[in-house]
């Protein structure tokens, strides 16, 4: 069974920096797009992040570009999305999820998707 796992959330402070990791099993992970999606409370789920199934392209929301990195490790079937210089409204649940029609930024193109990891940033 397809499963993606996300992890590394928490309570930080503005400024400071957040590493969020999503482990896959269940799939081929090296076919697979995978990218990331927030949502904050009231607002619909939005892109931050994609990456192609090789790592060779990557593709960020206006918001989140210049503050994060999204890669990934094949060999450990995990992408990770690096935050920094985090702001109050980067608060959110974080979710990673899977397409196997490539990385973009439309909910619509991927697959599975986890269950999400809070990310609340403090003034």
């Known amino acids: 069974q397809e499963q993606l796992v996300e992890s590394g959330g928490g309570l930080v402070q503005a400024g400071d920096s957040l590493r969020l990791s999503c482990a896959a099993s269940?799939?081929?992970?090296?076919?697979?797009?995978m990218g990331w999606f927030r949502q904050a409370p009231g607002k619909e789920r939005e892109f931050v992040a994609g990456i192609s199934w090789r790592g060779g392209d990557t593709y960020y929301a206006d918001v989140v570009k210049g503050r994060s990195t999204i890669s990934r490790d094949n060999a450990k079937n995990t992408v990770y999305l690096q935050m920094n210089s985090l702001k109050p409204e980067d608060t959110a649940v974080y979710y990673c999820?899977?397409?196997?029609?490539?990385?973009?930024?439309?909910?619509?193109?991927?697959?599975?998707w986890g269950q999400g990891t809070q990310v609340t940033v403090s003034s």
């Open positions: 269940g799939l081929l992970f090296s076919n697979y797009g």
């Open positions: 999820a899977a397409s196997i029609s490539g990385s973009g930024s439309s909910r619509a193109k991927y697959n599975y």
